[in-house]
């Protein structure tokens, strides 16, 4: 397994305002995706973020609400755009473990980011 | 498409007893991966097991096993002699193999309580 950071752990924001999560893992990975859950939810996944290309997105979620970025194999952010009450849940960054030929098909999960609209 | 049911939404045990945790799951690959994650009260998720769609060996490891049946779909979870510890919500996902990454499908996720 790999070590998978994510800043914040958690926010309180306000209506309006964006807020940008990182996610940094130990190992350099090829695939990075980010999931949200909503409260008492399952995961559903956002994009998958790939380095060295734009992020791919899942049906319901669009690039201005949730621009990606993805600078370099290790290191992925998630912001999260003009909020509303209906943001509020946990947002996890996930790695499938080793890059190229390595990768193994697994994913990591980090700690989350619990957000908080008001 | 993809699709994971987890019938039970919560289970409640008293420590010790033995807990499964049903799954079953719909894709038209061939290829595929089944999983098992757990979610404690911290938030966390824990990866628990993978399973590719070629072995269906069933599997053991400590108080956890897993008992793959390809034939009805189905990839069950049982904890035996349940602890206190073993309280969380415990997710099964499945992801198609695909070289562009494997998307994980989540089932709606299954809370266990144990109480002692």
């Known amino acids: 397994s790999a070590v998978i950071s994510q800043k914040p752990s958690r926010d309180i924001c306000q209506r309006g305002t964006s807020l940008t999560i990182q996610c940094q893992v130990d190992?350099?990975?090829?695939?990075m995706f980010w999931y949200r859950q909503q409260p008492g939810q399952s995961l559903t996944l956002i994009a998958t973020?790939?380095?060295?290309?734009?992020?791919?997105?899942e049906s319901g979620f669009v690039i201005d609400k949730f621009p990606i970025s993805r600078p370099n194999l290790t290191f992925s952010t998630l912001t999260v755009s003009n909020m509303s009450p209906e943001d509020s849940s946990i947002y996890l960054c996930?790695?499938?473990?080793?890059?190229?030929?390595?990768?193994?098909?697994?994913?990591?999960f980090g700690p989350g980011t619990r957000l908080t609209v008001l | 498409a993809q699709k994971v049911t987890q019938a039970q939404t919560e289970i409640s045990v008293v420590e010790k007893e033995d807990v499964t945790l049903d799954c079953v799951y719909e894709?038209?690959?061939?290829?595929?991966?089944l999983f098992w994650y757990k979610q404690p009260p911290s938030g966390e998720l824990v990866f628990l097991i993978r399973?590719?769609?070629?072995?269906?060996q069933n599997e053991i490891s400590g108080r956890y096993s897993w008992n793959f049946q390809k034939s009805t779909s189905s990839f069950n979870f049982t904890i035996t002699a349940s602890q206190v510890v073993d309280s969380a919500v415990y997710f099964c996902?499945?992801?198609?193999?695909?070289?562009?990454?494997?998307?994980?499908?989540f089932g709606g996720g299954t809370r266990v309580l144990v109480k002692p």
């Open positions: 973020a790939n380095q060295g290309s734009e992020a791919t997105y």
């Open positions: 894709t038209r690959d061939t290829t595929y991966y």
């Open positions: 190992s350099q990975v090829t695939m």
């Open positions: 399973r590719n769609s070629f072995d269906e």
């Open positions: 996902a499945l992801s198609e193999a695909q070289a562009a990454g494997n998307k994980l499908t």
């Open positions: 996930s790695a499938e473990m080793g890059a190229g030929p390595r990768r193994t098909d697994t994913q990591y």
